[in-house]
């Protein structure tokens, strides 16, 4: 049984910092790596950010240069750390991973947490 657990959503103002933490149970990290997508009103589910087996990271234009996104294999964790944030980033955010072979949509998501931001 694989599970994954977001946290560290909440309510700031543009320009503030959030870390989104994401557990993982029943699962070790895969061959697909790990990815953080989000989605807001009237938007198709975005990705965000991925992190290969390997370390390589990609970030989707929008949040270039301004999120980082990690991995803590001991700890079992995915991070997403998000910095100097945008109204526009008000969305709900998952964490996501797959099993081989990967597909273009993840198929193991979390159910997760909402980030909120404010002008």
């Known amino acids: 049984q694989v599970q994954l657990v977001e946290s560290g959503g909440g309510s700031v103002q543009a320009g503030g910092s959030l870390k989104l933490s994401c557990k993982i149970s029943?699962?070790?990290?895969?061959?697909?790596?790990m990815a953080w997508w989000r989605q807001s009103p009237g938007k198709e589910r975005e990705l965000v950010s991925h992190?290969?087996?390997?370390?390589?990271?990609r970030y989707s234009d929008s949040v270039k240069g301004r999120f980082t996104i990690s991995h803590d294999d001991a700890q079992k964790t995915l991070y997403l750390e998000m910095n100097n944030l945008k109204t526009e980033d008000t969305a709900e955010y998952y964490c996501?991973?797959?099993?081989?072979?990967?597909?273009?949509?993840?198929?193991?998501w979390g159910r997760g947490t909402r980030v909120s931001v404010s002008s």
């Open positions: 996501a991973t797959d099993r081989p072979p990967c597909a273009d949509i993840p198929t193991i």
């Open positions: 029943g699962y070790r990290f895969s061959s697909c790596g």
């Open positions: 992190i290969s087996a390997d370390g390589t990271t």
